[in-house]
């Protein structure tokens, strides 16, 4: 059995002065998931989607992988037009034992 949950992203925001000594809000331009905050131990795989593009503006998603408790090695690669079986096959060549 699989199951996906899908959530937004939020924008990061930190306190900082400005320029009377009042503290406010700025964005960091960091984005942080929005929902589903305490799945974090118990989830296996962890995407995040991004609309990209190219230098002749054609539009694709990209997976980047944030968590991958099968190969901790793939969080930081991406899947260009990611789809379930790229990304199977992704996690599967990464654990195959040669």
């Not at 990061?12 to 905050?37: F, M, N, P």
């Not at 296996?44 to 980047?64: N, P, R, Y």
């Amino acid at each position: 059995m699989h199951l996906v949950l899908v959530h937004h992203a939020t924008d990061v925001y930190k306190k900082q002065l400005d320029s009377s000594g009042r503290i406010e809000s700025v964005s960091t331009g960091q984005r942080r998931q929005a929902g589903w905050t305490h799945l974090g131990a118990i989830v296996d795989v962890e995407l995040a989607l991004h609309m990209v593009l190219s230098k002749s503006g054609v539009a694709s998603t990209e997976a980047e992988f944030k968590l991958c408790r099968h190969n901790p090695e793939l969080v930081g690669t991406k899947l260009n037009n990611p789809t379930w079986d790229k990304i199977l096959q992704r996690i599967r060549m990464s654990v195959e034992v040669e």
